[in-house]
């Protein structure tokens, strides 16, 4: 992580639990992203070097000031006059990041090969919340039919992959590995 991103992030955070606006912010920060993400004319225009700093501060205050909190729109604002605007979508990454290891939530992948059910779903949610020290995951399903079967979770830099396919290599490469006399 860039220590610039690290810096405004830790930064947030440390106003976030000051004022116990964790949740606020957090909620802040999520539609935040979003906005940044659907709206990539709003990261050119602050970053134009041809726009004057006022007026890119005017239509920060104009488009967000009542829809954020003062400490949202002061982060907003900070950023700005520090010519940082670039990177205010990893800034709030990270502090989303930070937000959720604070409040035990972890982000699970689930890759399988074919699509689980509700109650399939559920039953990985729960395994995981039995097995780690988090108290809640936000879960994301995929399907790779390439797995064959099985499926790869990934939590973070963990990985557990019970795919078939991962099997039929390990298989392969011992068998390739032994010596027939």
Known sequence: MATVTKVYGDALMAAALEGNETDRLYEEARALQEIWRENPELSAFLENPNVADGEKLSVLKAVFAERVSPDMMGFLITVQEKGRQKEIPQILDAFIHQVMEYKKIGTAWVTSAVSLTEEQKAQ??????????????????????????????????????????????????????????
Do not use: C, N, W
């Not at 809640?136 to 078939?164: K, N, T, W, Y």
């Open 124 to 181: 990985v949610r729960d395994k995981l919340l039995a097995t780690t020290s988090y108290v809640e995951f936000e879960m994301h399903f995929a399907v790779d039919p390439s797995l064959i079967g099985g499926m790869v979770l990934r939590i973070g830099d963990r990985v557990v992959d019970s795919s078939i396919r991962t099997r039929l290599h390990r298989l392969e490469k011992e068998l390739l590995g032994l010596q027939l006399d």
